[in-house]
């Protein structure tokens, strides 16, 4: 079956750096998506990713593996309005995006 | 670039009514749109694939009598809930996929926030 596994919950401090991961299983695999969600509003586009490295834009970054089936966002120079939940989604071979439970950041002072 | 706006925000009304949700790719046509619900604490659900001038494809368990969608040009896609009842009560979601490819990310809507008294 396909799956998507990422973290409930992770808590990091203001200013700090954190990275989350997912993995997935897929059948055929087209790219991995993050989405960012903050409580009681609609998900909105973080990243994209198809080959293997690093892709940075600001104090996002996001990692694939694509042997290894692996992905993670990382986070720098984290604020309080990154406290959200991360959703990590795979494409798979029909193009249908496959969403992970998603990751509850809580960011500390 | 790349906007949906998605109506109402709010909607809270009796069992038994139809409510409609409104989904408008404002910058973009959207060949392809999505329809979610999430609970709360819960990630994305997919209920439909909305494509325009044909039939939605509906995911497993989910009613296409109860949930009517329609995609009637490339900038609208409505999603009717028929003879509403309290375990509707959801967050509903659109998305729209801009063109260029299965590839390119999807873009949501604003939610609609459902409520069934």
């Known amino acids: 079956g396909q799956n998507i596994d990422q973290p409930t919950e992770m808590t990091a401090t203001e200013g700090a750096i954190v990275q989350i991961n997912c993995t997935y299983q897929?059948?055929?695999?087209?790219?991995l998506f993050w989405y960012q969600q903050h409580a009681g509003e609609a998900p909105t586009f973080l990243s994209y990713?198809?080959l293997d490295g690093l892709e940075e834009k600001g104090r996002f970054s996001s990692f694939l593996s694509r042997s290894k089936g692996y992905s993670y966002l990382l986070l720098k120079e984290l604020q309080m309005k990154d406290s959200a939940s991360y959703l990590c989604?795979?494409?798979?071979?029909?193009?249908?995006?496959?969403w992970g439970a998603g990751t509850k950041l809580i960011i500390k002072p | 670039g790349a906007v949906v706006s998605q109506h109402p925000s709010w909607v809270i009304c009796k069992s038994g009514t139809s409510v409609k949700i409104e989904c408008r790719s404002l910058?973009?046509?959207?060949?392809?749109m999505f329809w979610y619900r999430q609970f709360p604490k819960q990630s994305l659900m997919l209920m439909a694939t909305?494509?325009?001038?044909?039939?939605?494809?509906?995911e497993q368990g989910v009613e296409k009598d109860k949930f009517l969608i329609n995609h009637a040009s490339l900038t609208l896609s409505t999603l009717t809930v028929t003879s509403a009842h309290p375990e509707d009560s959801s967050f509903y979601i659109c998305?729209?996929?801009?063109?260029?490819?299965?590839?390119?990310?999807?873009?949501f809507g604003d939610g609609t926030r459902l409520s069934i008294l």
């Open positions: 998305s729209a996929r801009i063109p260029g490819g299965g590839n390119q990310p999807q873009h």
């Open positions: 910058d973009f046509q959207a060949t392809t």
């Open positions: 909305s494509n325009e001038g044909s039939k939605a494809t509906y």
């Open positions: 897929t059948s055929g695999f087209n790219g």
């Open positions: 990713n198809v």
């Open positions: 989604a795979a494409l798979d071979s029909n193009y249908q995006l496959i």
